[in-house]
């Protein structure tokens, strides 16, 4: 964007370029105009499902009592595990 002489943008993804676009939002979040993402999850294996949806929950749990910007601040410093 910058060698474009674009300061901000509307970043759009879909599958892994919606992973791509999270990170982009979370990290450079002053860039971006907004953010949509679609078809990001990364499901989990069938013997790994439990862990998942704990994992899954405990986010959540973490979205309701810290709030968005702090779990965006710790996913983007890789304190949230997102890859188990």
Do not use: C, P
């Amino acid at each position: 964007m910058g060698a474009a002489g674009i300061e901000r943008a509307h970043v759009v993804g879909l599958s892994m370029g919606g992973f791509v676009a999270l990170h982009f939002g979370l990290r450079y979040a002053d860039r971006a105009e907004s953010v949509t993402v679609a078809g990001v999850g990364h499901g989990a294996k069938a013997d790994q499902r439990d862990q998942f949806a704990a994992d899954s929950e405990a986010l959540a749990a973490g979205y309701e009592g810290l709030g968005s910007e702090a779990i965006a601040a710790q996913y983007a410093d890789g304190r949230v595990d997102s890859h188990r």
